[in-house]
């Protein structure tokens, strides 16, 4: 296994793209390289991948830096200062949640790039930002564990059991924001790959997403 990130999400998806389609090479692409091909900013055709399956569903998380002083939706909007948030690259659906917070819900921000989202965790940590939103996934060691963060809301549909007190962007009356903020993990093969090794791959993945320990 290889982790090949960077590149607002499209060094992987295009290092796939361009592997012989031998049934040895699989990859993740997630519903965040959406924004760069509508732009036209990839290197690859995304209806050309061999799709094998729907590795997992992520949510988001907004933290604000322990050294902000900010602590909730109210606090954001009194503030009489400019709001810097960590996005991992304009050309991404996080720029572009971070564009939506800034007119459906009043903020005044300044998006700061970073080479991903731990990088942009590591800066709202150390005070380099105020805000940074990343997957559940991302957050849970900054946010729930070493509590090195302020949560300010997420973007699920219902609250998390670990953190109940936490409110959802519905919660807050921001649906269509909270629609933004949704990550879809989707596993597929570089194009041509043969179709009896396609087979085999659904089948290999199908069994995994099914076993009691992986769902554990």
Same mark, same amino acid.
């Given at each position: 296994? +290889? ?15 361009? #592997? *012989? *389609? ?8 997630? $519903? ?11 290197? =690859?055709?995304?209806?050309? =991948?061999? /799709? ?10 907004? #933290?604000?830096? &322990?050294?902000?002083? &900010? ?6 909007? +009194? ?36 080479? !991903? ?9 150390? !005070?380099?930002?105020? &805000? ?8 849970? +060691? ?10 300010? /809301?997420? $973007? $699920? %549909?219902?609250?998390? +059991?670990?953190? %109940?007190?936490? %409110?959802? &962007?519905?919660?807050?009356?921001? %649906?269509?924001?909270?629609?933004? =903020? ?8 570089? *194009? !041509?790959?043969? *179709? ?21």
């Amino acid at each position: 296994i +290889k982790n090949i990130s960077g590149g607002e999400q499209l060094i992987g998806p295009t290092t796939m793209y361009n #592997s *012989p *389609p031998d049934g040895y090479t699989v990859g993740t692409v997630s $519903s965040g390289a959406v924004a760069p091909v509508i732009a036209g900013l990839t290197k =690859f055709d995304i209806k050309k =991948f061999e /799709w094998i399956g729907i590795l997992s569903d992520d949510y988001y998380i907004t #933290s604000a830096s &322990l050294k902000s002083g &900010l602590k909730n939706l109210d606090d954001l909007k +009194k503030a009489n200062r400019q709001i810097l948030i960590a996005i991992p690259g304009f050309a991404t659906g996080d720029a572009q949640g971070a564009l939506l917070m800034k007119e459906k819900m009043g903020l005044n921000l300044k998006m700061v790039t970073h080479e !991903g989202s731990t990088p942009g965790i590591l800066a709202a940590i150390r !005070g380099d930002v105020d &805000l940074v939103s990343a997957p559940i996934t991302s957050m849970k +060691k900054a946010v729930i564990d070493a509590k090195d963060l302020t949560p300010l /809301w997420i $973007s $699920s %549909p219902k609250r998390l +059991k670990k953190l %109940p007190d936490l %409110p959802t &962007l519905n919660d807050l009356g921001y %649906p269509e924001v909270a629609k933004m =903020f949704a990550l879809h993990r989707l596993v597929g093969a570089p *194009p !041509g790959t043969l *179709p009896e090794r396609l087979e085999i791959l659904r089948k290999t993945f199908r069994a995994v997403l099914e076993n009691p320990k992986y769902q554990s």
